[in-house]
């Protein structure tokens, strides 16, 4: 599913395959660094689960995820990880949030403004909470993996 539910995408494994068992133990033990509430291997992938409330900084990398797969694939190209994590607790929180905004922004004491500056402050709220945090991992859940790659953990037992 695509933006704003998911982010999907692959990275390229180089050189040859490895060997599928020890970078999937490998690609395991990278993820529970980051403290996913459950994490299982089924076939060639790791599937993970992050529940709401757990105890990591606001900025680890699956803070704003609320589950997702990771795959070794084969293609004719060369092996790749293809990921799809889930965004849909995010994009609900944030919602919800900027709609208790909006009661208070339309309410009696809300600013004295015309109802487009109202509502473009709404839009606003939302880009920024769901908008920002969805580039931002975007960027970084991908490049998680890339640095994997790059660093030859998948490789290493």
Request: glycine share 8%.
């Amino acid at each position: 599913m695509p933006f704003p539910l998911s982010i999907t995408g692959t990275v390229r494994l180089e050189g040859p395959l490895p060997d599928l068992d020890a970078a999937l133990n490998a690609l395991t033990a990278q993820l529970e660094r980051h403290h996913p509430s459950t994490i299982t291997r089924e076939g060639d992938a790791v599937t993970f689960t992050v529940k709401p409330f757990r105890l990591v900084s606001n900025w680890n990398l699956l803070g704003p995820i609320d589950r997702g797969t990771i795959a070794i694939v084969r293609t004719p190209q060369g092996p790749v990880l293809s990921y799809d994590v889930s965004t849909k607790r995010m994009l609900l929180v944030v919602t919800v949030m900027v709609g208790l905004g909006g009661a208070i922004i339309f309410s009696p004491v809300g600013p004295d403004a015309s109802v487009p500056v109202r509502l473009g402050l709404l839009a606003a709220m939302w880009l920024w909470l769901f908008g920002g945090n969805f580039l931002v991992t975007t960027f970084r859940f991908p490049n998680f993996l890339a640095r994997l790659v790059q660093s030859g953990c998948l490789t290493c037992a």
